[in-house]
């Protein structure tokens, strides 16, 4: 199986920056395009940025321009960042890193990491 660990939340000023990190593990050969979602109290979880293995990449409208992920692939981890630049308070959220699957038809889901943009 896969594992998703992500890391680097916490609580930040507005136009503020964080790196958001995600570890993947385990059956990593099982992956293709990993990715940033987030969800806001009462909303509904939202793509907030994606990446293939091929290093392309895709962003929500409303981070284009300030957030950034990349990825690293190691023989047994991939690592996969979100640096988040000029925060905005709209950006408050818990953000899960995911990993879509075609081998085994669906995502895997890390547990999440809060990220809250206040002054």
């Known amino acids: 199986q896969v594992q998703l660990v992500e890391s680097g939340g916490g609580l930040v000023q507005p136009g503020g920056s964080l790196r958001l990190s995600c570890a993947a593990s385990g059956s990593i050969f099982r992956l293709n395009a990993m990715g940033w979602y987030r969800q806001a109290p009462g909303e509904q979880r939202e793509l907030v940025a994606t990446?293939?293995?091929?290093?392309?990449?895709?962003?929500a409208d409303s981070v284009k321009g300030r957030f950034t992920i990349s990825r690293d692939d190691a023989k047994n981890k991939i690592t996969v960042y979100l640096q988040m630049n000029n925060l905005k308070p709209e950006d408050t959220a818990d953000f899960y890193c995911g990993a879509y699957s075609a081998m085994d038809g669906g995502m895997y889901w890390g547990r999440g990491t809060q990220v809250t943009v206040s002054s």
């Open positions: 990446i293939t293995k091929g290093g392309n990449t895709n962003y």
